[in-house]
């Protein structure tokens, strides 16, 4: 339909409402204009906006002959950043008249910049609108004021700052119109941090309710002194507005007063209370805490314990005193910085009372010296005897005069000295040097109390001896007297045999520990690779031999001590080891050994002392009758002779038809070379074999078996066996 037969069938009248009008000011004209205006809160015409400042905008809708348009549909349009409307989403209706009212104003109150509002109203499909420019200015921001006072302790106003008397920064903050501003941050700040300090610290501080501030103001140190200036900061909106005050510092004078003692006199290990006030104009001075620097003659000497450092609370420092022995006149010091000049005083404290005296040690440990003129290396004619003093509270006891004295007045040794006093931990010591005769004696220590009563302790028995080996006294011997080495080498980890020597002295005691003694063998070697020898413990030491060329020993080669006096053995297959060492004189003192170095592989076996045994022939044993065991007798012989290695095993093995109750011995013995019968004497050993018939029905059998010699080192030799079992 269009909109002239719209406002025909509405408004009466003939043709086109929007061409030749209607009834003025009629609800249903038709708009044919639309004028804006902007006016301020006073009515007057401005187009500027601002957070303080609203604006009306005025729409006039008008037909086309001049006459309003009551009930039009106007929407308005501004920029967003720059505009906020009322109502929000512009659109409102005109009254009677055909005016629409919008008010303006700014977005935000950042907002500024210009723009240009638009009123329209749309009919069918024709638009009218309207238009005006207007201005947005930024909110002008508002400005907080602060003034900044200093308050002494009464809460007058002051700006004389000590340590006695502290001052308060009050800031008060107030807004653009004067109000007190609340929760508002200000900050406190110092042009001179040598001077005075604050707290908080920080010197940041909310606001009151009152728009109050505060923070206190404290020298740096009691001897702070000059003047400075407390600045007071508050940051409104952006802006920030400062309020200064100017303060003097003056230095506090402090002295102490006089060191108290809880106890004096002290008793030995008592405690007391030390108490010292820092004074300021004569009164206890509680304005803040003070360092005081305690110390003590007997706390350098680690004879009391007592806090070098103390802060003062309530005026006064306060420490406890712990003695520990100390048992003299204790001079107690204190110190402070800003305290004028120090404090001594004199704590009387009473010695400890000696209790006992204790034997701890004795050097040499083993409590053995030689006589005069047999010390060595080792060895020692002088024995050092340490004993500790312990006071009643079984404390170490420093200074305590001991004597000494030989429980056996005869005894033939020499002390020295005989009266010495106690060191810091309570030990004392004397020394005991031997004569010339062997004997056992003890030492007695001993001190006299106040009450005069004896207190003493013996030492333990020390023991004078000779220390050196003598010949009757020496005696050698090897962990094995025939070793496996005719054909193979030990290995350098797993010796042959270990050779050990044992020495005692004429009194049949140990000899002295490091008595050092030599070896030599003319077959394998004998020692240690750092040495050829070894030293005693106990009164013994060891050294290994291990198997190796030369095999073939030659007598008397290497030369030693034992040789010269009794040639080696000449049997082919055994070794000598000679031992010696020296009792200081010009006549050595040694011993030998003589051990077999025995094959792998036996040359020799006899049976029963005479038949010879083949090793690649099957042994005929004859024939036996069932019901009596096969008894005989292998007599096994190394190439030289001699016994097998010990440890040898002999063994039945394979045996079919037969029985065996094994072999005895089942392993060759150590045997030791016989020197009382010929080199070409055969030494080896005998082993009784026993077989038996099988546990079962008599029947004529032919037994076999084999008869095995398995060495140490597993190399294995086997004879064969037949016997034959007859049931008459």
């Known amino acids: 339909m269009s909109f002239g037969l719209l406002l025909a069938a509405c408004g009466g009248g003939g043709g086109d409402p929007a061409l030749d009008g209607g009834s003025g000011g009629a609800t249903g004209s038709v708009p044919a204009t639309v004028s804006v205006s902007l006016q301020g809160a006073d009515g007057v015409a401005s187009n500027t906006v601002s957070a303080s400042a609203t604006l009306t905008a005025r729409a006039v809708v008008l037909d086309k002959n001049g006459a309003p348009v009551a009930n039009a549909l106007v929407t308005f349009a501004a920029d967003a950043t720059l505009l906020a409307l009322t109502p929000v989403n512009g659109a409102v209706l005109t009254d009677a008249k055909g005016v629409a009212v919008l008010t303006l ?46 308050l002494s302790a009464a809460g007058s106003n002051s700006n004389t700052l000590s340590s006695a008397s502290p001052l308060t920064g009050v800031a008060q903050v107030r807004d653009q119109n004067g109000a007190a501003l609340a929760n508002a941050l200000v900050i406190f700040a110092t042009n001179n941090d040598a001077l005075a300090v604050l707290a908080p610290s920080s010197g940041t501080v909310l606001t009151d309710k009152n728009g109050e501030a505060r923070v206190t103001l404290r020298p740096v140190s009691l001897a702070a002194a000059g003047a400075g200036t407390l600045t007071a900061a508050v940051v409104l909106n ?131 010296i030689v006589i005069r003129g047999q010390g060595g290396l080792l060895r020692s004619e002088t024995a050092t005897l340490k004993f500790r003093a312990f006071d009643t509270f079984n404390n170490p006891l420093q200074g305590l005069q001991v004597t000494f004295e030989k429980a056996d007045i005869n005894a033939q040794v020499d002390l020295a000295p005989a009266l010495a006093s106690t060191d810091a931990n309570g030990e004392v010591t004397t020394s005991v040097s031997s004569r010339d005769t062997p004997l056992s004696f003890r030492i007695r220590s001993k001190f006299t109390t106040a ?27 090897i962990s094995d007297s025939n070793v496996e080495g005719l054909n193979v080498d030990a290995n350098g980890s797993a010796p042959s045999a270990t050779v050990t020597v044992a020495m005692g002295d004429k009194f049949g005691n140990p000899v002295a520990d490091g008595t050092p003694v030599v ?96 090793k ?109 079992f007859t049931c008459q």
Not at 451 to 474: C, H, M, N, W, Y
Not at 593 to 611: C, H, K, M, T, Y
Not at 669 to 677: E, G, L, S, Y
Not at 690 to 716: D, G, M
Request: proline share 6%; glycine share 8%.
């Open 105 to 150: 104003r700014p977005a935000t109150t950042a907002a500024s910049g210009a723009g240009k509002l638009v009123a329209t109203i749309t009919q069918g499909t024709a638009t009218i609108s309207g238009e005006a420019n207007y201005q947005v200015s930024a909110a002008a921001a508002s400005k907080a004021s602060i003034s900044v006072a200093l």
């Open 238 to 368: 952006g802006a920030t507005t400062t309020s200064t005050i100017n303060y003097a510092v003056g230095a506090t004078s402090l002295t102490f007063g006089n060191i108290t003692f809880e106890t004096a006199p002290l008793d030995a290990y008592g405690s007391t209370l030390v108490s010292l006030d820092v004074l300021s104009n004569g009164v206890k001075y509680t304005d803040q805490s003070i360092a005081v620097n305690f110390s003590s003659t007997c706390v350098a000497a680690g004879k009391a314990t007592f806090a070098t450092a103390v802060q003062t609370a309530g005026g006064t420092a306060r420490a406890t005193y712990r003695d520990l022995g100390c048992g003299v006149n204790d001079l107690i010091s204190a110190t402070a910085s800003g305290v004028t000049g120090g404090r001594n005083a004199t704590l009387a404290i009473a010695p400890p009372q000696p209790a006992s005296i204790q034997f701890t040690s004795a050097i040499p440990s083993d409590k053995s």
């Open 451 to 477: 009450t005069g009563r004896e207190i003493s302790t013996l030492s333990d028995t020390i023991v004078v001896s000779t220390g050196t080996p003598v010949q009757k006294a020496f005696s050698l011997g």
């Open 519 to 614: 070896f030599q063998s003319n077959v394998g070697v004998v020692g240690s690779a750092s040495r050829g020898g070894c030293t005693s413990v106990n009164g013994a030491c060891s050294v290994d031999f291990r198997s190796q060329a030369p095999r073939a020993p030659v007598p008397n080669l290497p030369a030693t001590v034992c040789n010269r006096v009794a040639d080696d053995s000449t049997r082919r297959g055994v070794g000598t080891i000679c031992a010696s060492t020296s009792d200081g004189t010009a006549v050595p003192i040694f011993a030998r050994i003589s051990f077999f170095i025995s094959g792998s592989e036996p040359a020799q076996v006899l049976r029963d002392n005479a038949q010879v045994v083949e």
């Open 616 to 724: 690649n022939v099957v042994n005929d044993l004859g024939i036996v009758s069932w019901t009596v065991p096969k008894v005989f007798t292998l007599r096994i012989s190394d190439i030289n002779g001699n016994p097998m290695p010990s440890g040898t095993r002999i063994e039945v093995a394979n045996i079919s038809n037969a029985s065996s109750s094994g072999v005895s011995p089942p392993t060759v013995q150590k045997v030791f070379p016989d020197n009382t019968v010929p080199n070409d004497a055969d030494q080896g050993t005998s082993h009784i074999v026993t077989v038996n018939a099988p546990a079962e029905t008599c029947s004529a059998k032919t037994a076999t078996f084999n008869v095995n010699v398995i060495s140490p080192r597993l190399l294995t030799t086997s004879y064969p066996f037949k016997l034959t």
